[in-house]
């Protein structure tokens, strides 16, 4: 490699901006690939890590969700040589939190976590896959309802207008809920429209009247909803929207934590199930899945150098919750 150094945005101290610096390139262990990024998406838990919440080891390089090309491989690594197009789904030993990421020009991954990415698809597109689709394709699955059912995606952003698609992709009859009017008449646009858009504002009942148009299930609401929103509110919406004996998905984190009513869980005998992420075999699926169908990413394209003026847009933005994606395109980045 002709320079030893590169370009990163590393947290240097929690609660401070962003700061881009000059850091040394990683080099491979056995177990790795060096990735040379092409693109890397913001992600709420990259403001989560901003703030300390994961106590992570300072200077940090943000970033968990990598799209590039490989550079190096580790002398154990048998499934990946140099040129392959990538994504990353974790960095080392299933972390990306703890361990520096793809605000680089170069990353090191673990190869054990990397998929293939097809020759046509955009690294902007593949970037959000790795952890925000990821994660909403894995709360759908985590759902566990029989192709046919429906499913509502509570909150329509970064995950949510990814999950929607998905969600009717894999033969669901699928409700988007949002609080934004202009959110829901985004996914009604997409080739893979949801077959009901319900309004978080609208009563419960506006709401089940509408689910009752698409569903045929002897008890009123959604087999399952997923949460991809971390708004209080939400858990109790996504309890009266989704039926007795059914199931909702929590992928949201509140940062005071989950409080929901009684009456929903114990007397509609609903199913709690956590969510994080899938793993390389359902995220490789998912790249086919996105690919064949040829879903749609809503991105805000960043430049590197423009990380803390992005995380104050995603602030301002309800931490995420606007359709629409933030990714670091390092098109505009001369990789030495």
Same mark, same amino acid.
């Given at each position: ?5 590169m370009?990163a ?5 929690y ?5 881009v610096?000059e ?8 177990h ?10 913001f992600?709420?838990?990259d403001?989560?890590?901003?703030n300390g ?13 990598p799209a590039?090309?490989i550079?190096?491989?580790?002398s154990n690594v048998m499934d990946f ?7 990353c ?11 520096d ?5 170069y990353?090191?991954a ?6 293939k990415?097809?020759?046509?698809m ?6 959000? %896959? ?5 994660s909403?394709y894995?709360g ?13 995606i509570?909150?329509i ?7 929607t698609?998905?969600?009717?992709c ?10 934004k009017?202009q959110? %829901?008449?985004a ?8 077959d009901?858009l319900?309004?978080?504002?609208d009563?419960d009942?506006?709401?089940l009247?509408?689910?009752d148009?698409i569903?045929s ?8 909803t ?8 939400a858990f109790?919406?996504?309890a009266?929207?989704?039926?007795k004996?059914?199931?909702m998905?929590?992928?949201?984190q509140?940062e ?6 009684y009456?929903?869980?114990i007397y ?14 359902a995220?490789?699926?998912l ?25 104050l ?8 919750e606007?359709?629409?994606?933030h ?10």
């Amino acid at each position: 490699m002709a320079s030893k150094t590169m370009k990163a945005v590393q947290i240097q101290e929690y609660n401070q901006p962003y700061h881009v610096s000059e850091v040394p390139v990683p080099y491979p262990k056995p177990h790795q690939v060096l990735v040379r990024i092409k693109a890397a998406g913001f992600c709420h838990t990259d403001l989560m890590a901003l703030n300390g919440e994961f106590n992570t080891k300072l200077p940090f390089i943000g970033s968990h969700e990598p799209a590039g090309i490989i550079e190096e491989v580790g002398s154990n690594v048998m499934d990946f040589q140099r040129g392959d197009r990538v994504g990353c789904i974790n960095f080392d030993s299933v972390c990306g939190i703890t361990v520096d990421g793809a605000w680089a020009e170069y990353m090191v991954a673990d190869a054990r976590f990397v998929v293939k990415l097809p020759d046509d698809m955009e690294f902007k597109i593949a970037a959000p %896959l790795m952890c925000a689709g990821i994660s909403i394709y894995g709360g759908i699955r985590r759902a566990n309802i029989p192709e046919g059912g429906s499913i509502g995606i509570i909150g329509i952003g970064g995950l949510g207008h990814i999950g929607t698609q998905i969600a009717k992709c894999m033969g669901y009859t699928v409700a988007a809920v949002d609080v934004k009017q202009q959110a %829901l008449e985004a996914v009604a646009s997409y080739k893979h429209r949801p077959d009901a858009l319900i309004l978080a504002t609208d009563t419960d009942e506006e709401s089940l009247l509408k689910i009752d148009q698409i569903t045929s299930s002897k008890y009123r609401g959604l087999d399952a909803t997923v949460l991809a929103t971390d708004h209080p509110s939400a858990f109790d919406l996504a309890a009266a929207l989704t039926r007795k004996h059914g199931t909702m998905v929590l992928l949201g984190q509140p940062e005071k934590g989950i409080t929901m009513s009684y009456h929903s869980i114990i007397y509609k005998d609903i199913t709690l199930v956590g969510s994080l992420v899938a793993d390389t075999a359902a995220a490789q699926e998912l790249v086919t899945i996105f690919h064949q169908n040829k879903l749609h990413v809503d991105v805000k394209e960043w430049k590197l150098e423009d990380a803390e003026k992005m995380r104050l847009i995603f602030i301002r933005g309800g931490n995420g919750e606007e359709c629409g994606y933030h990714v670091i395109n390092m098109r505009d980045i001369a990789c030495r």
